[in-house]
């Protein structure tokens, strides 16, 4: 496993040059570079192709995207002869894993000195290459897609000859047979990475490479943590892929600061692993550790790491730092509220309530099949509007011991119908309410939870309910399917008759 890898910069005398930008792709055509093949299209790409997973993290408004009409498409891109004027050559790169096939080359008399890949990721990642012995060779840049399977096709952004290289720190990929470094306690980590998926385990996806962390050895119930060694933050965010259990201090991973927990994560009860990133731009300097935990033996008692790197780039929005995430917030509602205003949107109504540390769709109405005392809802409803011209907030609802969910405005913009459980009833029901908070009114009723309404155009609302009586297969909770009622809550048929929502 490549562990806590650090490149060490050493500052020259003489004040390093400008960089000098070989391309950025953001015109409209690929200017002087020699295009050959279908998978270039007429000009650079604005982001993510159809059919494709999201692209991110290239610079500026296009790149080089070869997913164009999927992987069958093939071809070559040839950049005009230039000179290396400076020690390094920077630039971003995502896509496929095919060496020779899927990459960026530097051709010197046509001949490949360097190549680089993509890890089988969509999003760019900076690369450098030192090139301090090609110095004054006159060289050319080649992006090649001859690969029509799975991952065929290449994604380049931002080629910069620099005095200096720019990279990222990768702390652990987890490619090794064992953690290295890492002190392993408890028996949940096994004698090494996982190669993905274990035994009795969902499939596990969207991990790089080969192996990563996976704490679901011989099932739920063994425990533990992994701790790495510690290292110098130096970067001012720091990503990582993460699945697995949404246990909060349970099965997660935390960054510790002093033997203090200064960052947390968990997954979301999901075996596929999704980027997320810390803020740590008020930590840089610090001396740090990281702790994957695992103590957790009931349903989803694991997580699934992988793939941390320091960056000063986020792959997402960055967490973590309370300060600077309510003053991104704020920016950000009162950028939207302004794009209301400009739509002529006066108030908007919203609840409030307190969701389950599950964060299974079904983990939000009634309880758990083996516990019927485990409810799955929690105390403290509320419906409100706010007024978008002055944010001032008006209560419609507020019950400390109820819960209000699911609003949905009639098509005359004069009430709503909404999911209400009043008080210390086990059931939400379908509720009428005037849009000033009068006439608040019920529609259907029974031991059952009825969510998610909607107006239909003849008048009649369908919803989800529970009236099916049924439970998930491989879980504890109760399943909905789709019914309908007339407008007053009578005439409730059912519309569908799967097993699962």
């Known amino acids: 496993m490549r562990l806590l890898s650090v490149f060490f910069l050493l500052a020259g005398i003489v004040q390093a040059a400008d960089d000098i930008i070989l391309a950025d792709f953001d015109g409209k055509t690929y200017g002087d570079w020699e295009i050959e093949g279908d998978c270039f299209g007429d000009g650079p790409a604005f982001g993510q192709l159809p059919n494709q997973r999201p692209v991110t993290g290239f610079i500026g408004r296009g790149l080089v995207n070869t997913y164009l009409g999927g992987d069958g498409t093939t071809g070559t891109a040839t950049s005009p002869a230039f000179k290396i004027e400076r020690n390094h050559l920077n630039f971003l790169i995502g896509g496929g894993e095919h060496k020779g096939k899927v990459c960026l080359n530097l051709l010197l008399d046509g001949k490949v000195l360097r190549t680089a890949t993509g890890r089988n990721d969509e999003p760019l990642d900076w690369r450098s290459w030192d090139v301090r012995d090609l110095r004054d060779k006159t060289v050319q840049l080649q992006i090649v897609d001859q690969e029509k399977g799975g991952w065929g096709h290449i994604n380049v952004d931002q080629i910069v000859l620099s005095d200096y290289p720019t990279y990222d720190i990768l702390l652990a990929d987890f490619e090794s047979e064992d953690y290295g470094e890492w002190k392993i306690e408890g028996d949940c980590f096994g004698p090494g990475p996982a190669k993905g998926t274990l035994a009795s385990q969902n499939a596990v996806s969207d991990y790089l490479g080969e192996r990563l962390v996976n704490t679901f050895y011989e099932g739920d119930k063994t425990t533990g943590t992994a701790t790495s060694p510690s290292f110098t933050v130096e970067r001012e965010f720091l990503n990582f892929l993460v699945g697995g259990g949404a246990h909060v201090g349970e099965t997660c991973m935390n960054l510790l600061i002093d033997g203090k ?96 540390r599950d964060g299974h769709w079904y983990a939000n109405f009634s309880y758990w099949s083996n516990n019927p005392n485990r409810k799955l809802y929690h105390p403290g409803g509320k419906l409100c509007r706010m007024n978008v011209a002055t944010g001032e907030v008006t209560l419609l ?63 009649g609302i369908v919803f989800t309910s529970s009236r099916c009586n049924r439970m998930v297969n491989c879980y504890f909770v109760r399943v909905a399917t789709i019914h309908r009622c007339d407008g007053d809550g009578s005439n409730i048929r059912e519309l569908s008759s799967n097993i699962e929502q």
């Open 397 to 459: 609802i507020d019950d400390p011991k109820g819960g209000v969910r699911d609003p949905q405005m009639h098509y005359n913009g004069t009430k709503m119908v909404l999911s209400y459980r009043p008080g210390d009833s086990p059931f939400y029901h379908l509720y009428e309410i005037n849009v000033d908070g009068t006439g608040l009114r019920q529609l259907t009723d029974g031991p059952y939870d009825d969510m998610e309404p909607a107006y239909l155009p003849d008048g």
């Open 261 to 356: 927990v200064a960052r947390a994560v968990t997954g979301k009860s999901s075996e596929k692993l999704e980027w997320y990133t810390w803020d740590l731009r008020r930590l840089r300097g610090k001396t740090a550790k990281l702790q994957v935990v695992d103590t957790h033996r009931g349903g989803w008692g694991h997580i699934n790491i992988d793939h941390i790197v320091a960056s000063n780039r986020a792959r997402t929005t960055p967490r973590g730092d309370p300060e600077l995430e309510a003053q991104l917030i704020a920016k950000q509602r009162q950028a939207v509220l302004g794009i209301l205003g400009e739509l002529g949107v006066k108030d908007i109504v919203f609840t409030v309530r307190r969701a389950d």
